[in-house]
């Protein structure tokens, strides 16, 4: 029977990060759901798909995860988009068509297929309310907007017309009051899941935060 993880946090916590971390060291397959809800927010884009024909064209949009070595790619279609879903610009139109129910609804049995036949460690916003209600461990995973947007900072820093620091900061709020005021799954910590919080933690702190709340949970 498999082992599920499920990890929640807001943006620029440090979800997949850590989550890769974890599921590397104990061999879990690691699924990014919000990578998937990109992938579509990339499909709606390049397409320009207004909100009302959403529901109706998703059956197009063919979206997929693939794992290489263990390493988790995302695909519309037969493109490899994993690279391409990382822009603010798509980072912002995920966290609104997130909340379309009818997107939740089309990546809602790729999510829970994957947890059914693999040990996984899955993260997102929804993952321990929604998508794995019955999950063996749940995280909630957080930091402070400002300590989040310092590390969206310094990661996108190298990059040229990287944005500014008030820019990703304004970006990370305007994401949170959209993640936990929609009216569809919204961000919530489940009533079982166990808080972590990274503000003043180092990634490889946090993973082993994480571990030892698994270990002691699942005896893994």
């Given amino acids: 029977m498999s082992i599920n993880i499920a990890i929640d946090?807001?943006?620029?916590?440090?979800?997949?990060?850590?989550?890769?971390?974890?599921?590397?060291?104990l061999g879990y397959i690691y699924v990014d759901t919000g990578a998937l809800y990109r992938a579509v927010a990339l499909y709606i884009t390049?397409?320009?798909?207004s909100d009302s024909d959403i529901p109706s064209s998703l059956?197009?949009?063919?979206?997929?995860?693939?794992?290489?070595?263990?390493?988790?790619?995302?695909?519309?279609g037969d493109r490899d988009v994993s690279d391409m879903i990382r822009t603010p610009e798509i980072s912002m139109?995920?966290?609104?068509?997130?909340?379309?129910?009818?997107?939740?609804?089309?990546?809602?049995?790729t999510q829970q297929k994957i947890a059914l036949e693999n040990n996984v460690i899955m993260d997102g916003r929804d993952i321990g309310t929604v998508v794995l209600p019955n999950a063996d461990v749940k995280i909630f995973l957080t930091a402070t907007p400002e300590e989040r947007a310092k590390r969206r900072y310094m990661e996108l820093a190298v990059k040229p017309d990287s944005p500014s620091y008030e820019e990703i900061l304004s970006d990370i709020k305007k994401r949170d009051f959209n993640d936990t005021n929609?009216?569809?799954?919204?961000?919530?910590?489940?009533?079982?899941?166990?808080?972590?919080?990274?503000?003043?933690l180092t990634l490889e702190e946090s993973a082993d935060i994480i571990?030892?709340?698994?270990?002691?949970?699942?005896g893994v």
């Fill in 59 to 76: 059956k197009n949009a063919d979206v997929s995860l693939g794992f290489i070595d263990g390493v988790q790619r995302v695909f519309l």
């Fill in 9 to 25: 946090g807001p943006a620029g916590a440090g979800k997949s990060t850590i989550a890769k971390m974890v599921s590397a060291r």
């Fill in 93 to 109: 139109s995920a966290s609104r068509t997130s909340a379309i129910p009818a997107v939740r609804e089309y990546l809602f049995s």
């Fill in 182 to 200: 929609r009216t569809t799954a919204p961000l919530r910590q489940a009533d079982d899941a166990v808080l972590v919080d990274t503000t003043k």
């Fill in 46 to 49: 390049e397409n320009n798909i």
């Fill in 211 to 218: 571990i030892k709340i698994i270990s002691e949970k699942v």
